[in-house]
């Protein structure tokens, strides 16, 4: 049971990246999922959460308009595609399987190791 967090790297500000998580060992297509980030210093937070069947999303007022969260559930993987980056999006991203109740989202035991996102100004 993982999840694999990829696609971080370093990226001059106002470019984009496309995270993936891939999901094993876990029913993914019944799985709300959820992106974090954790940059130094500062408490893990949501960035991005999406239902099950992809019919819901969240995401954190600091990154409204700029990332979109998707998920492909025939290939049990979890997308984060980011564009118009900032310097403060630098952080650490993870992906996470929840729940929701209602329309919000609830953090999951289970954790990816996380991907590395670096934005130069």
């Known amino acids: 049971v993982q999840l694999v967090e990829s696609g971080g790297g370093l990226v001059q500000a106002g470019g984009s990246l496309r995270l993936s998580c891939a999901a094993s060992g876990i029913t993914f297509s019944i799985n709300a999922m959820g992106w974090y980030r954790q940059a130094p210093g500062k408490q893990r937070e949501l960035v991005a959460a999406?239902?099950?069947?992809?019919?819901?999303?969240n995401y954190a007022d600091s990154v409204k308009g700029r990332f979109t969260i998707s998920r492909d559930n025939a290939k049990n993987l979890m997308y984060l595609q980011m564009n118009s980056l900032k310097p403060e999006d630098t952080a650490v991203y993870y992906c996470?399987?929840?729940?929701?109740?209602?329309?919000?989202?609830?953090?999951?035991?289970?954790w990816g190791l996380g991907t590395q996102v670096t934005v130069s100004s």
């Open positions: 999406i239902r099950s069947g992809g019919g819901l999303t």
């Open positions: 996470n399987a929840g729940y929701y109740s209602g329309t919000y989202y609830y953090t999951g035991r289970l």
